[in-house]
């Protein structure tokens, strides 16, 4: 079974760093992108963007690049992503997703759980 | 960056009702288009891909249509388990989201 098994909840304070992850299985994880998508309290979906485990070439949208990373380790079948400095703006779920194919015109399938991130002083 | 605008936010339906979403692109998409359905606390499920595609598992009441820049998710005959929020995802051009239709119990 094709799997994404993301980090647990974080409570972070503003300013803080975080790292979140997402480990897949069942399937060969170098082979497809994985993009990151952001969902704010009661909102919609919004892609943040997105890597290539393979040569981990990434691709952000405008309006994420520069205040997250996006990065693989294809050895431990792992994607991350990553803040230098929480806001509190950024409290929200946050999914990984496996893109269908290794090239821009596929969707999203199979999902990762979810990871809460709530950043409160 | 393409925009996808989808239509209407909220849906009350019943059971049994025929219902249709629609979700229009900024510009042309061809038919890189999907649709998903998520409920409260879960992750999203893909329903249709590449614009009328039927994911495997997915009960064939749901269909999808369009292309350019036109779309549409229709829902021939609701059951409880179709209440929920869809969203379309535009691929032809990095990946854009709707805004979100929420179908909710008349």
């Known amino acids: 079974e094709v799997q994404l098994v993301q980090s647990g909840a974080e409570v972070k304070k503003p300013g803080e760093s975080l790292r979140i992850s997402c480990k897949g299985s069942?399937?060969?994880?170098?082979?497809?992108?994985i993009s990151w998508v952001r969902q704010m309290p009661g909102k919609g979906l919004e892609w943040m963007g997105r890597?290539?485990?393979?040569?981990?070439?990434?691709t952000y949208s405008p309006s994420f690049q520069g205040h997250v990373t996006i990065s693989a380790d294809k050895s431990i079948r792992t994607a991350y992503l990553q803040w230098s400095s929480l806001k509190a703006s950024d409290t929200a779920l946050y999914y990984c997703?496996?893109?269908?194919?290794?090239?821009?015109?596929?969707?999203?399938?199979?999902w990762g759980q979810g990871t809460l991130v709530t950043v409160s002083s | 960056d393409i925009q996808m605008t989808q239509s209407p936010s909220t849906l009350s339906a019943s059971v049994g009702d025929r219902v249709t979403i629609t979700c229009r692109a900024s510009?042309?998409?061809?038919?890189?288009l999907a649709w998903y359905q998520q409920k409260p606390g879960k992750a999203p499920k893909v329903l249709i891909y590449?614009?009328?595609s039927l994911e495997s598992g997915v009960p064939s009441r749901f269909s999808g249509s369009g292309s350019g820049t036109e779309f549409t998710l229709t829902i021939s005959s609701l059951q409880p388990d179709d209440f929920a929020t869809y969203y379309c995802?535009?691929?032809?051009?990095?990946?854009?989201f709707g805004q979100g239709t929420k179908v909710e119990i008349k």
């Open positions: 069942g399937y060969s994880f170098s082979s497809y992108w």
């Open positions: 510009q042309s998409i061809s038919n890189w």
């Open positions: 590449d614009a009328s």
């Open positions: 997703a496996r893109h269908r194919g290794s090239s821009s015109q596929f969707c999203f399938d199979p």
């Open positions: 995802q535009q691929y032809n051009s990095y990946w854009t």
């Open positions: 890597i290539d485990p393979s040569e981990s070439y990434t």
